[in-house]
């Protein structure tokens, strides 16, 4: 009767250990859209900032060079919008390091109670067993006892 106590006593640890594995897993999966999106937007001011360049490069081919200023001044805007997007996503993959490890011990948590459980119920289907045995061995003894 103890183990089964026991047994009973970690269905509600284990219910929370369960959500947190969830409530982990889901934060991950946000950082991971969010780095989605930040990967996008950078490859998006990647591809303007490469168009720029070629725009510029086509403008200090010309004789009149006119616009060179404007397009420069644009293009390092483009560069520094770029830059800080790229500055981004490297925070954002430190975040989803840090995400996974705390997703990872949320399920190791999680399956350490759960080992307990299946040890506390694999002893009660033991001693449960054993008992069994024990009546079924004294009722054999008894009516060989009574037959004698």
């Known amino acids: 009767m103890q183990i089964l106590l026991k047994i009973k006593r970690l269905q509600p640890l284990i219910k929370e250990k369960k959500t947190r594995v969830d409530e982990e897993s889901a934060t991950l999966e946000q ?10 937007a950078m490859k998006t001011h990647q591809r303007r900032y490469m168009e720029g ?7 200090r081919a010309s004789s009149t060079r006119i616009n060179q200023e404007t397009v420069e001044s644009g293009l390092d ?9 790229y ?6 993959e430190h975040k989803e390091k840090r995400q996974i490890a705390q997703l990872l011990t949320a399920e190791r948590d999680l399956a350490a109670v ?3 459980k299946d040890k506390y119920e694999r002893q009660f289907r033991s001693d449960s ?3 069994e045995q024990r009546s079924l061995d ?11």
Do not use: D, G, P
């Not at 950082?31 to 996008?40: F, N």
């Not at 360049?53 to 403008?59: D, G, P, S, V, W």
């Not at 009722?139 to 006892?145: E, G």
């Open 77 to 85: 805007h483009v560069k520094a919008t770029w830059y800080q997007c």
């Open 138 to 148: 004294e009722i054999a003894l008894r009516q060989h006892i009574s037959r004698n």
């Open 114 to 116: 759960e080992k307990l």
């Open 129 to 131: 067993s054993k008992a």
């Open 53 to 59: 360049l070629e725009e510029l490069n086509a403008i």
């Open 87 to 92: 500055k981004s996503v490297q925070e954002i």
């Open 31 to 40: 950082v991971r859209r969010e780095k989605v999106a930040m990967v996008q």
